[in-house]
């Protein structure tokens, strides 16, 4: 940027600038919490969204993160203020948190149009902490960053390094198939979460901040330090200091988001091999700056990027791995002929002088492009009569021999009618056998909760079964790994063809066709669907109400409707 801002165009000095009884009332109040005159005058107001809280384990250090905003904040000349937000915490909030996801950009957007500042640090990284705060900052539009809360450390267990997530599913399976003791899983149970951070697996967490960090919404390599590395509370000082230049430079989120820092992010979700919630969560970021994406974007790109982050699910290692080998900017290095490297980030320089330095220390954690642990399709989109607006599966996650197959339904409308079914010895189904779950989309769920890695059939699971084909339209964790066919859109609680499936059809999967086909006429299906009945309850008040009213569907990206797009609110009034 050539040329600064001047005191006077703050935002915050709306506020404190004028000789007025008004700004009294402001200076006046800010003297009352101890704060010297020389403290907040004159200086760039920072708002620090903190998604801290005593229920929130991935971000149980923000507590001490915060402090090191502030410290690089006062560095640069700036005045930090911390706003608390919604945690959303992954692991305790029910029925999930994706059904506040759009609470949280609604808050986020509101915290920094309502107080009197003129950028902020964003500090998220469980799930949907990164895209709820990017959304609500990005439709704000003031100069922000955000601070990735990094993975945590790796798990063990009896000598063997566990991911999170991840190996939860593999143990489960086998202490429903009686290989583990009660003993063992106990034990393991308390060796998979070891420190503070999200899960270091290349789950929805890990996959978002590095998403965001290619879209140039980080500081250059932020998303990949772990949260117990010395580097991260240097990043989050660093992150303080950068915040205050971007004020006075005036670099907005307006000014770096656009269509090649999207296909960035594209290229790099394929490589990393991604959660398939960033088919969603990128669908409503990219639309909160006025970018429309669709789900086969997704899917062309993933035609034509090897997947060379080596990290579990689809991969052997974890993030701190990932990060000793060079992290994200060595990743992005290695695919520079995929990028746009003209794209701008809020360190003020280009996508390419960000990574032009970095290097690989690690061949077999990020491959090279011509050995990939896949040579495309980290995701895959899917379309056919059930899935007319489209689905995903991420065909590395799943045994090979189902990406081409078919067989007959066993049709659950509810969690807990297959939550018990898969426990009766007597259920009536195969390896070949497609489970289907409905009922479970944004509407349906509500909030399209984490349940389509649909648990398989005990009795299966004991004669050596560990993968089927599962489909829904619920959402999985990024964590999760096998056959499943998720996002199935429109839902079945809005009327969706999903909903006309009975037990015994046929269905047919062909991920090389990207097809998903229920082997029913059209005719037949519009006719089951003329008897169909809604199954969502009427929520007669509060926040699930407005969420019903409101929620797009997956392929739209489950935002509300009334808050796509950036800004158009004005500022509000002084009096």
Known sequence: MTSRKALADLRSQRWFGPADLRSFG?????????????????KPIVAIINTWSDLQPCHQHFKARVEHVKRGVWQAGGFPVELPALSLSESFTKPTTMLYRNLLALETEELLRQHPVDGAVLMGGCDKTTPATVMGAISMNLPFVFMPAGPMMRGHFGGTI??????????WAEKEAGTITNQQWNDMEAGIAR????????????????????????????????????AHPRMAGACGRRIVDMIWEDLKPSDILDRRSVQNALVVHNA???????????????ARAGIKLDLREFDEVAGRVPVIANVRPSGAWLMEEFHIAGGTLALMNRLRDLLDLDARTVSGTSLGEGIAEAKVYDDDVIRPLDKPIAASGGTAILYGNIAPHGCVIKPPAAEARLLQHTGPALV???????????????????????????????????????WGMLPLPKKLLQQGVRDMVRISDARMSGTSYGACILHVSPEAAVGGPLA??????????????????????????ASRLESWKPPRPDYPRGYNRLFAQH?????EGCDFDFLEGAGGIPEPEIH
């Open 26 to 42: 402001h200076r006046s109040r800010a003297l009352q919490m101890g704060y010297e005159r020389e403290d907040f005058l004159g």
């Open 162 to 171: 566990l991911g999170s997530g991840s190996d939860v599913w593999k143990y």
């Open 195 to 230: 420190s503070a951070g999200t899960c270091m697996t290349m789950g929805t967490a890990s996959t978002m901040t590095i998403i965001t960090e290619a879209l140039g919404l980080t500081l250059p390599g932020a998303s990949s330090i772990p949260a117990a590395d010395a």
């Open 272 to 286: 990393l091999a991604g959660s398939t919630n960033a088919m969603i969560h990128l669908v409503a970021m990219a």
């Open 412 to 450: 659950f409308d509810h969690y807990d009618a297959m939550s018990a079914a898969v426990n009766d010895p007597d259920l009536d189904c195969t390896a070949d056998t497609v489970l289907i779950l409905r009922n479970a989309g944004p509407i349906g769920g509500p909030g399209m909760p984490e």
């Open 500 to 525: 006309a499936v009975r037990n015994g059809d046929l269905v047919t999967v062909d991920v090389p066709a990207r097809s998903l086909h229920l082997h029913v006429s059209d005719e037949e299906i």
């Open 551 to 555: 929620v797009r569907q997956a392929h």
